[in-house]
């Protein structure tokens, strides 16, 4: 839930160089000074990060703090490495997963969307009478749109108003024409 500037995290230069970054002693780190600050009230003197890379993307950057002012080295480093781009695929893998969830949600929505202008469609055409007409494609419609209640007002040139010529409550079809 912590948001700092993107600027302001060693995760951005780990992520922007693609290099592992060791800070040996917070209290001489210059740069970094709002992450800085939260390390060193929760005791921490010393970090790593290494970035979170896929052949496709990069991710982020894994990091690792120590209270105890531990100096990592380079076989340290290497091992953070290893264990950063099992990561990577791991959450790569979730993010594709979600992505292809949600392009199949939407594909799911637009399939229905076109099926129901195909049955309105066939509801127009198949029906000859205006309340006939109407009834059906509301029918149809339910099923997406939910209501309790429909009505079908048509302009009338020659008075300037609408005049209501359907209105149907309820799903026990009390239609009321003009």
């Known amino acids: 839930g912590l948001e700092l500037p993107v600027e302001s995290s060693i995760s951005w230069?780990?992520?922007?160089?693609q290099q592992p970054i060791r800070?040996?002693?917070?209290?001489?780190?210059?740069?970094?000074p709002q992450l800085r600050a939260l390390l060193q009230a929760n005791g921490i003197q010393s970090v790593c990060a290494v970035p979170l890379t896929t052949a496709l993307r990069r991710l982020g950057a894994v990091g690792f703090g120590s209270r105890s002012g531990i100096v990592y080295r380079d076989a340290d480093v290497t091992?953070?490495?290893?264990?950063?781009?099992?990561i990577a695929v791991a959450v790569d893998n979730v993010l594709h997963d979600e992505s292809a969830q949600s392009t199949q949600q939407l594909l799911?929505?637009?399939?229905?969307?076109l099926r129901?202008?195909?049955?309105?469609?066939n509801a127009v055409v198949s029906h000859l009478d205006l309340g006939d007409v109407f009834t059906a494609v509301s029918g149809c419609l339910r099923r997406v749109i939910p209501h309790e209640g429909s009505s079908l007002?048509?302009?009338d040139a020659e008075t300037g108003q609408f005049r209501i010529h359907v209105l149907r409550f309820g799903r026990s079809g009390g239609v009321i024409e003009e």
Not at 13 to 17: C, E, F, G, I, R
Not at 79 to 86: E, G, K, T
Not at 108 to 113: K, L
């Open 13 to 17: 230069l780990v992520w922007k160089s």
């Open 23 to 32: 800070v040996e002693d917070l209290v001489a780190e210059q740069r970094f």
């Open 79 to 86: 091992f953070m490495q290893q264990v950063a781009n099992q």
């Open 153 to 155: 007002l048509l302009y």
């Open 108 to 113: 799911t929505r637009e399939r229905d969307r």
């Open 116 to 121: 129901l202008l195909l049955e309105v469609n």
